[in-house]
């Protein structure tokens, strides 16, 4: 069993939303490139970074001047530990922090996002574009590159190892785009 950080929206026209972090490092902000992404005017395109270090999580800012991120009513500056029961304020938004004990599962193909929008590999199985082999030998690759220190997308791993062309990749990516704004924009 592992632990997972979650954070529960406290406030705003998301109260009550959750989002489980089980990576070593999120980043989130506006961008989509981020881990987490969050759409709020005030949040920067990259804005925070949780970090995980053994069984401790922390938050670090990525913008100068701890504009739009505060832990228990203050601003945070540099790096802080966060703690069950935290209130850790991104943007004009305020989460609780949890954790949670979660199973960690094969590697293998990956489930839709609890937001609806399909991950890659399912993306490309469902349209026959990759074989669930693929996919799996995909997201080991990507995870022996992770281990490596570098971080690189689902998309790209897959790309570089040829299973996929750019122009399947990128209509993937638009598709995923479009779920997205259909969902969650106003």
């Given amino acids: 069993m592992a632990k997972a ?12 939303k959750r989002h489980t972090l089980t ?10 490139n981020n881990d987490l992404v969050l759409h709020d005017r005030l ?8 970090r995980q270090v ?5 938050v670090v800012p990525l913008i100068a001047g ?25 943007g004009s938004i305020t989460y609780t922090v949890g954790f949670e004990e979660i199973v960690e599962r094969e590697v293998g193909i990956p489930k839709t ?8 590999g ?3 199985t469902r349209r026959g574009i990759m074989t669930a082999d693929q996919v799996e030998r995909t997201a080991r ?20 190892m040829g299973f996929i062309n750019r122009s399947q990749l990128d209509t993937a990516l638009a598709e995923q785009r479009r779920d997205f704004n259909d969902r969650f924009l106003d």
């Fill in 5 to 16: 950080l979650v954070l529960t929206a406290l406030t705003g026209t998301q109260a009550g």
């Fill in 23 to 32: 990576t070593r490092v999120t980043t989130i902000g506006s961008a989509p």
């Fill in 43 to 50: 949040i920067e395109p990259r804005h925070v970074e949780i």
């Fill in 54 to 58: 053994l069984e401790r999580w922390f």
């Fill in 66 to 90: 701890s504009v739009g991120v505060a832990l228990n009513g203050l601003d945070v500056k540099a790096q802080n530990r966060l703690n069950l029961g935290d209130a850790l304020t991104l």
């Fill in 113 to 120: 996002t609890s937001n609806g929008v399909p991950r890659l």
């Fill in 122 to 124: 399912e993306y490309f």
């Fill in 141 to 160: 690759r990507q995870a022996e590159l992770l281990r490596n220190g570098n971080r690189l997308e689902f998309g790209r791993v897959a790309y570089d």
